[in-house]
């Protein structure tokens, strides 16, 4: 069996920002609400005109990844790429972005959907095809334009999300390497469905117009069952993967947990009894871009130095189906 390591990342959020006191204007909140509930200050909002769509977002995050993995575009084997709501239905959001990167090697191409969970999915099934020997580089991909099923005259969700990107490139690494993907977990509890929906412009619900007059055509969520249960899987799904490879926190140098709310990162890491000091944090910048948090949040911190070669990286996510999952790896 082979290991595989993560050689690049990048990530992307659209320029234009949207500030609590921005959203204070559209909806009935205030920033004071919003910063002691979820500890978010900020969030980036696309821009069609500027190709900011998934697959135009992730061209950016990609391409960075790509470099820093010392790669060309067409050493990319297979993409996977989470998105909640994808540039369209078919063809997939990956095969656009194989296009946008100039990827003429023919590369396989799938889309994953599991919500705010998809790229731990996504760096999932990649560790198991670099493990069989299938790829050798793969392209795991988590963008959001989550600005488009948002339901901008509903204060309790629009002020969680933001857009954005983050990309890994995953590799075969060689023999002498220590870095690699130790354990993963994930899980799906449907019991749950109805608690984070976008019910309405899929084949089961077309968007009609009386859809559209009621304003349905937005995602809808009980938030407090979906705080509840975040922290509750999270925290065993880390913990699982702890014990089954004979680790303790103290092994852990960074806990990067899915960035949707701080109450739910805070929460999360006490459950653990992991120091705050080793939990990775920047929601209050970007609030929840549902799978692009964790490899965007990684990036920013390999970029500024925290994250380096030799630590180990625990990273849990979740989200609506409900899916969670969490990964433990040595960088
Ligand atoms: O990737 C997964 C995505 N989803 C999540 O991560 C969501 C998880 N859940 C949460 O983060 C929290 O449950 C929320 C931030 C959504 C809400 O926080 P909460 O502490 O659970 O508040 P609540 O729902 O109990 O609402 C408290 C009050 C309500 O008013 P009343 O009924 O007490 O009068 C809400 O109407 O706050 C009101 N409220 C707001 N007020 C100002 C809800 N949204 C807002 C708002 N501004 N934006």
Same mark, same amino acid.
């Given at each position: ?40 200050? $900020? ?8 190709? $900011? ?16 993995? *010392? ?22 959001? !990956?095969?656009? *972005? ?6 003429? =090697? ?20 990649? =560790? ?8 050798? /580089? ?40 220590? !870095? ?5 977990? %994930? ?8 608690? *984070?929906? %976008?019910? /309405? ?24 069952? +979906? ?17 089954? =490879? ?5 092994? +852990? ?18 459950? %653990? ?14 609030? /929840? ?10 990036? $920013? !911190? ?26 433990? *790896?040595?960088?």
């Amino acid at each position: 069996m082979y290991q595989s390591k993560i050689t690049g990342t990048g990530k992307y959020h659209p320029e234009k920002v949207l500030t609590n006191d921005d959203l204070s204007k559209m909806v009935d909140t205030s920033d004071e609400w919003i910063i002691q509930r979820t500890g978010i200050k $900020e969030r980036r909002q696309s821009d069609l005109t500027k190709d $900011e769509f998934p697959s135009g977002m992730a061209y950016h995050s990609a391409k960075e990844a790509i470099e820093n993995a *010392l790669l060309k575009p067409n050493d990319i084997e297979i993409i996977v790429f989470s998105a909640s709501l994808p540039d369209m239905l078919f063809p997939n959001t !990956a095969s656009c *972005l194989q296009d946008k990167l100039g990827i003429t =090697n023919k590369c396989a191409c799938i889309d994953v959907n599991a919500a705010c969970t998809g790229w731990v999915y996504g760096m999932t099934m990649a =560790n198991s095809l670099i493990q069989t020997g299938v790829y050798k /580089n793969i392209l795991v991909v988590g963008t959001e334009m989550t600005s488009t099923f948002n339901n901008w005259e509903d204060r309790s969700t629009c002020v969680l999300f933001g857009d954005g990107s983050g990309s890994v490139v995953l590799s075969r690494a060689d023999d002498n390497d220590t !870095a690699k993907i130790y354990d993963s977990v %994930l899980s799906s509890d449907s019991s749950k469905l109805d608690a *984070l929906i %976008l019910p /309405n412009g899929g084949s089961k619900s077309p968007v009609t117009a009386e859809i559209l007059e009621k304003r349905e055509q937005y995602m809808s969520m009980d938030g407090q069952v +979906i705080f509840k249960n975040a922290v509750k899987t999270m925290s065993s799904h880390c913990a699982t993967l702890l014990k089954r =490879n004979n680790l303790t926190l103290d092994d +852990i140098d960074w806990f990067i947990p899915h960035q949707a709310n701080l109450r739910i990162i805070e929460t999360t890491g006490q459950l %653990l009894k992991c120091p705050p000091e080793k939990v990775i944090v920047n929601v209050e910048k970007y609030a /929840n871009t549902s799978s692009a948090s964790i490899p965007a949040a990684l990036h $920013e !911190a390999v970029i500024d130095g925290r994250i380096k070669r030799g630590q180990k990286l625990l990273f849990a996510a979740f989200g609506a189906g409900l899916t969670s999952g969490a990964m433990l *790896l040595e960088f």
